[in-house]
């Protein structure tokens, strides 16, 4: 396109700069060339590289002006405050993909009105340009339905297989239970968890409680720094504060459950904090596996020293199925239960990459467990169901494209509760299974960096298995799309849940 002329009007300049903005034009010196005669102006505008298929730019913030060396005129004397055009491209799945577009003129463009949408030359240059602008918005809002669907997926599978529980129940248990007996703490605490975050996100924005990239992620995951963080902060309690009060505050076993899980809620708080206010990783690795496993042997020297129900009356068993039956560990039952509250909550922690990912398993999980320990100790199934709610609650502010992270405030609360929940009742093996999501995403960082030291050492070189660990960013690299991810999860736990619930109940 050549535009000859020897008077150009500061309008036609401005709708043109908009468009070479918008289709990201790179205008070197060399292509901006003026004629000898005195007020005329040549501009070539050479063919845009956005390809037919997609919109495509550079990361990062691209200047488009021109130096006013020997003709008197610039690019930024064409607004009307003397700056450049300044225009912003960023991606939550990388340059290939069709992530969000930001497109923003800092000079004033006027946008064409109902009326002259019919207006030849200029105009329609306004219109192209707009359309372009919005293109971006499109399909960001296209990624968020792919997270409503996820959760409302989520939110129905959890409630049918609550109520199925609920009216088998008495078959489980053997004696009365009261009507929707796990379906009204789970509703319960979604509904609460879910109108609290409306209220606590903002503020968590306005105390600037903000994320930050965590080192050995994925590119596209930049663009969710400086979203809110620390989000266990509400949804936890509030899940804690309803399993006590359905009960009563009645029950040793919740109450001690609800005291290990707000231990290691306080670790993962002071991990927050010192990651937020020192701009680092928080804590070291080592230091915070030491205060979970010191956590874990506190609880198993309470649970042994206690009298509360365990499984046939006799302490440190583990119910099998098949013919193994009940398998007495006695000394080694402490360490079992210690070891289950570490690796419980670091396999919680890795698996919250993903928007969503670690609330949604953690709620089957859940949902899991309380149907594992019915016949056991059905107050801590009303436990279970309650925290169940509390994670499908914050799902509503946690799914893509996420509004607030739960931290490892939130992520070691839940690894927590799930552990507290196994040692009561001695039910490893069926927690076993149903996070297997959990185990997966742990085993495969330990793989990672066992083979890749082994190489190094024996070859001089380090190799990997995965491009990235934990699994969900291997999956994310080669090409599936973070809600796919987040979807395909959901799947497996809910298979998982299914076979843990059978095994669970076999074995009791």
Not at 29 to 47: D, Q
Not at 425 to 436: A, C, H, Q, R, V
Not at 462 to 478: D, K, Q, S, T, V
């Amino acid at each position: 396109m050549q535009l000859q002329s020897h008077a150009v009007s500061r309008r036609n300049l401005n709708h043109v700069g908009f468009l070479a903005g918008c289709c990201c034009l790179r205008l070197p010196s060399s292509r901006v060339s003026f004629g000898s005669a005195p007020g005329y102006a040549e501009h070539k505008l050479f063919e845009s590289p956005v390809p037919s298929h997609g919109f495509r730019t550079a990361r990062g913030v691209l200047r488009i002006c021109a130096m006013d060396d020997d003709f008197g005129v610039s690019f930024g004397d064409w607004s009307s405050n003397d700056r450049p055009f300044e225009y912003m491209y960023s991606s939550s799945e990388g340059e290939d993909s069709d992530g969000d577009v930001f497109l923003q003129p800092i000079t004033d463009v006027d946008l064409p009105t109902s009326k002259e949408r019919l207006l030849p030359s200029d105009d329609s240059i306004t219109v192209t340009a707009h359309r372009l602008s919005t293109l971006g918005s499109t399909r960001r809002r296209r990624k968020t339905v792919y997270g409503i669907w996820n959760n409302v997926g989520l939110m129905s599978f959890s409630t049918f297989l609550l109520l199925l529980v609920d009216q088998c129940a008495w078959r489980i248990v053997r004696l009365p239970l009261a009507p929707f007996y796990l379906m009204w703490p789970f509703l319960i605490s979604a509904i609460l968890v879910s109108c609290a975050g409306y209220i606590c996100v903002p503020l968590f924005r306005l105390f600037n409680m903000r994320s930050r990239v965590k080192k050995g992620t994925p590119i596209q995951h930049s663009s969710k720094k400086g979203t809110p963080t620390m989000g266990g902060l509400y949804f936890v309690p509030i899940g804690l504060l309803v399993a006590e009060v359905v009960l009563k505050f009645s029950s040793v076993e919740v109450s001690a459950a609800a005291v290990a899980t707000m231990a290691f809620a306080a670790i993962g708080l002071l991990d927050d904090f010192l990651s937020i206010s020192n701009k680092n990783d928080g804590l070291s690795a080592w230091f915070r596996i030491l205060l979970e496993a010191a956590t874990g042997m506190l609880f198993s020297y309470w649970l042994w020293t206690t009298d509360i129900s365990t499984p046939y009356n006799m302490k440190t068993v583990v119910p099998l199925p098949g013919p193994l039956g009940l398998v007495r560990l006695g000394k080694f039952y402490p360490v079992l239960s210690s070891f289950c509250f570490v690796s419980m909550a670091n396999g919680v922690n890795l698996t919250d990459g993903l928007d969503g990912l670690a609330a949604g398993t953690a709620a089957l999980a859940f949902i899991g467990m309380s149907i594992v320990v019915l016949p056991i100790c059905s107050d801590l199934s009303v436990f279970g169901a309650s925290m169940a709610g509390a994670c499908i609650g914050f799902l509503f502010q946690n799914q893509h494209k996420a509004s607030i992270f739960m931290g490892d405030t939130g992520a070691l609360a839940l690894g927590g509760a799930l552990a507290a929940m196994a040692s009561c009742t001695g039910m490893f093996f069926p927690l076993f299974i149903s996070s297997g999501i959990y185990v997966v995403e742990a085993l495969s960082v330990i793989i990672q960096v066992s083979f890749f030291k082994a190489t190094k050492h024996f070859m001089r070189r380090g190799y990997r298995i995965f491009r990235m660990a934990p699994f969900h960013h291997h999956l994310e690299l080669c090409g599936v799309r973070e809600p796919v991810v987040v979807a395909g999860a959901y799947f497996v736990a809910c298979l998982l849940i299914l076979c843990a619930a059978y095994v669970g109940l076999a074995s009791a």
